[in-house]
């Protein structure tokens, strides 16, 4: 299954995320996210929770007929439970930062939502992310709080919202 209007970036194809992908996705986690990152367990736990969670990955094939898996460029989960949803995680391998990866990771995540039956989503960002917050507010998500000292290292977690009621009207 591969995503929909505006699913791609250039040369990474968007699919949902399997158990099979997990080996490479903790990889990318250990590197982007370091002491912050989440453990195997938790992917297999959000994996194995579909009426409840969508988990995307994205990647680049060296042969895109060839079949097989190619190297991951990104990945992203949602959780909904309306009228609520929330980005669980995303992550962008820094080659592809800057790329539309994350952009169209972030509108899969939102279209999942959206067939959710979500009227929100919120997401939490590490206050130091300038790129990801401002990616985040290019698409329309405004600041509703602040978790102090939320992340290890003391770093503060900014929590985001998009009103889907407001962008459907």
Known sequence: MT????????GIEFRLMDAED???IMELEDELFGEDAWPRSAFEAELFQ????EYWVGEV???????????????GGVMCVPPVADIQTIGVA??????????????????????RAAEDILLEVREDNARAR??????????????KRYYRGGQDAVIMQLDLSEEDA
């Open 61 to 75: 094939r060296e042969d895109p007929d060839g079949g097989g898996r190619g190297e991951v460029a990104a990945y």
């Open 50 to 53: 579909p009426e409840t969670r």
């Open 3 to 10: 995503g929909g209007a505006g699913a791609k970036a250039p």
């Open 22 to 24: 997990l080996e490479r």
């Open 134 to 147: 401002d990616l985040y507010t290019r698409r329309g998500f405004r600041e509703i709080h602040v978790r």
């Open 94 to 115: 820094r080659s592809f930062q800057g790329r539309g990866a994350g952009r169209r990771l972030l509108e899969i995540l939102i279209d999942a939502a959206r067939r």
